[in-house]
């Protein structure tokens, strides 16, 4: 997108946790000809101060309200732990600025929906994670679906598993929250999977879950709270099957309690091949497979833009670009709304031993 080459959008940043310093706070630089950290904020002084220090913030507040009040940020980005989700986006909204939120949007449809009227009436854009379809591989594979290079898709299937933070021993922030009801890993990491089956697939229709907790305690081994004894109370084990219509599906796991996985994060099977789809820091991060051959690695065009670095960041270089070229978000409130509405029916699902039907599109 082409902006105002003459024009900076200041940032805030609300909550300088873990993913904060390691994914957000240092890509910002790639992309300080547009914009620029005015503020960091945090309940912990330490922390929001060592923020502003490090990557060249204006100023460091502990309170939420002080950083909205700041004239300078134009935009937050809302990097509070999940159950904050929902508050502290709207306070921003309500407070006239600009949004980049993480994932999950809020923690009901109707939160959701009170955000998305908020921006809209107050002619703000709305940003939501995950962003991570932006990148160059993921947006190529995309198109190479959309645009009927292995025919037409009938079926799915995507991991969203890992160990858990508390089984990451880099992870520097208490892993706790992720394991308590409102978390789990289908809002951790299988949400990545379900945004980009929606981005490729469409809304989905139903949705049909099973879940449970495997085990209901965890030792911590990350270096924020080695060794802390965490009980589990949100389901940590989970299977998802999406009903896209027309007879066509998908599958998902999403847990804590793998170690390790093998493979592809999603595979698309359709009538003339198969394309997997890779993290998109592997390495190929795209094959093709197609009748009567074996798999093939493809490369991505030089035309798509080349952003591996920024990784998570990428979705505030589009909040930033939106802003600074009006154009409607890619990343829309809407699309968040309708992924949090698969997770939610998931668990629902879960719980009653029925399908059910969704009610949001995008």
């Known amino acids: 997108m082409m902006g105002d080459e003459t024009r900076r959008i200041g940032l805030g940043v609300i909550g300088c946790g873990d993913v904060a310093f390691r994914s957000y706070l240092p890509p910002l630089a790639e992309f300080a000809d547009k914009a620029r950290l005015v503020a960091t904020c945090d309940v912990s002084a330490e922390r929001a101060e060592q923020a502003r220090e490090r990557f060249g913030a204006e100023h460091a507040y502990t309170d939420a309200g002080e950083l909205l009040e700041d004239a300078a940020v134009e935009a937050v980005i809302n990097l509070t732990p999940v159950r904050h989700h929902f508050s502290v986006g709207l306070q921003c909204l309500e407070a006239g600025k600009h949004l980049y939120q993480e994932k999950p949007i809020a923690g009901t449809v109707e939160e959701a929906d009170r955000l998305i009227a908020a921006a809209e009436e107050r002619g703000l854009t709305l940003v939501c994670a995950p962003a991570t379809n932006l990148l160059p591989s993921r947006s190529y594979g995309r198109a190479l679906i959309t645009g009927g290079k292995i025919g037409r898709v009938v079926l799915a299937v995507a991991h969203g598993s890992a160990g858990g933070p508390a089984r990451w021993e880099g992870y520097?922030?208490?892993?706790t929250w992720f394991y308590q009801e409102g978390a789990g890993p289908v809002i951790d990491t299988g949400v990545y999977a379900i945004d980009y089956l929606v981005?490729?697939?469409?809304?989905?229709?139903?949705?049909?879950?099973?879940?449970?907790i495997a085990f209901p305690e965890v030792v911590s081994r990350a270096r924020g709270a080695p060794g802390k004894r965490i009980k589990v109370t949100a389901p940590d084990?989970?299977?998802i099957a999406l009903d896209f219509g027309e007879a066509v599906f998908a599958c998902l796991d999403s847990s804590f309690c793998v170690l390790g996985q093998h493979g592809p994060a999603l595979e698309f099977y359709g009538e003339e091949g198969v394309l997997a789809v890779h993290h998109w820091w592997d390495q190929p991060a795209l094959e093709i497979m197609r009748p009567g051959g074996g798999w093939e690695a493809v490369t991505v065009p030089a035309d798509f833009p080349a952003l591996p670095g920024l990784g998570w960041a990428v979705g505030v270089l589009h909040l930033v670009e939106c802003l600074l070229s009006a154009a409607k978000p890619v990343l829309s409130g809407q699309r968040a709304r309708h992924v949090l509405e698969i997770m939610l029916a998931a668990g629902e699902s879960s719980r009653s031993g029925r399908a059910v039907d969704l009610r949001t599109t995008f």
């Open 199 to 212: 981005d490729t697939l469409g809304p989905a229709r139903r949705v049909f879950g099973f879940a449970g």
């Open 172 to 175: 520097s922030s208490d892993p």
């Open 237 to 239: 084990n989970s299977v």
